[in-house]
């Protein structure tokens, strides 16, 4: 059983990340803390409490973060639409959040359970980063960190990754992440996650079931497929925060990995988290800043993953 505590930005793929894990019999949702990204933060609270109660799940949402540590606010409204949840005209929430604040609740529960949770962040880290700050151990506490962000390793010459937005929208505080005790960092980063892709019989599949994830998931993605239309002519999209979910509760979805120091790298216009090595193992022409190891994947079965995933939804 993994007892699992969620750091998010209440986007769409985070939605469908949480309709997995609830449908899962060996996983308990502890707690959610949201923050900036996808959409605001507040809206990223409200969006949680939309999924847990279509599903009918009692679980706390503390309000996090709502700017990143240093640089200005930026949201992903473009692909996760105003509201975060596709604009699909979802009724409100009747549940509130805590009261807490989300780096408030990470450091409690690791106090009050350590070595005994498992932390999924697939949002901007700014909320881990605000906990490390005021407890520099908080992650050391808890058995497992899994993160949905970076870029892997450096690829051959000529190969492009997607945007690595988590890591982008809060650069600082990935960095405290990177460098900050813990037990084990899990790094899922684009590399791995822009190929697990939901195809269209995974869409049909979901259109075609009346429970209640599969009705949530199919209102919901309509806006998402639709910004992923522009880059492979499909209405098909990457399903990145799910893969990472899967990772944390069956580390045999990741069928490759590495493990390294992972440094926060900005050309001056985007930031990365790249694990500080070459794919091809030739020299690293850029200093390499100590850090503990992070554990990278490096390749992952998405096909068994989106079977799996459209298996418990409907």
């Keep these: 059983m993994r007892r699992v505590v969620l750091d ?16 899962r019999d060996d996983v308990e949702l502890v707690a959610l803390g949201a923050v900036h990204g996808n959409c605001t933060a507040p809206d990223a609270a409200r969006n949680a409490l939309t999924v847990f109660e279509a599903i009918g799940l009692d679980v706390p949402v ?4 709502t700017d990143p540590l240093e640089r200005e606010l ?3 409204s473009f692909v996760h639409g105003a509201d975060g949840l596709g604009e699909a005209g979802l009724p409100a929430p009747s549940g509130s959040v805590t009261g807490e604040h989300a780096a408030d609740q990470l450091i409690r529960l690791s106090h009050e359970h350590p070595g005994e949770l498992d932390l999924l962040a697939v949002g901007p880290l700014t909320n881990l980063g605000v906990a490390l700050q005021r407890d520099p151990d908080v992650l050391a506490r808890y058995r497992s960190v899994v993160i949905m962000g970076g870029s892997g390793a450096y690829p051959p010459a000529g190969t492009l990754r997607e945007v690595d937005a988590n890591i982008d929208h809060d650069a600082a505080a990935a ?13 899922v980063g684009v590399n791995v996650t822009t190929p ?5 019989d995974a869409i049909a599949a979901l259109a075609a079931s009346d429970t209640p994830a599969a009705r949530l998931a199919t209102a919901i993605l309509p806006f998402y497929l639709g910004f992923y239309k522009h880059k ?15 990772i944390l509760v069956d580390p045999t979805y990741a069928t490759a990995w590495r493990e390294g120091p992972v440094n926060v790298i900005s050309d001056g216009y985007l930031a990365r988290a790249w694990l500080m090595e070459r794919e091809d193992g030739g020299p690293l022409g850029l200093p390499v800043t100590p850090a503990p190891p992070t554990r990278v994947v ?9 079977e799996e995933l459209v298996r418990l939804l409907v």
């Design 298 to 306: 490096d390749a992952a079965d998405s096909q068994r993953f989106q």
């Design 196 to 200: 697990a892709i939901l195809d269209e």
């Design 232 to 246: 492979w002519g499909r209405l098909i999209c990457s399903m990145h925060d799910p893969l990472a979910a899967g």
């Design 62 to 65: 503390a309000l996090g973060a």
């Design 8 to 23: 998010m930005d209440v986007g769409i793929d985070d939605a469908i990340a949480i309709l997995y894990l609830a449908a």
């Design 74 to 76: 930026e949201v992903a």
């Design 175 to 187: 960095a405290l992440v990177f460098a900050a005790p813990r037990r084990e960092l899990v790094m």
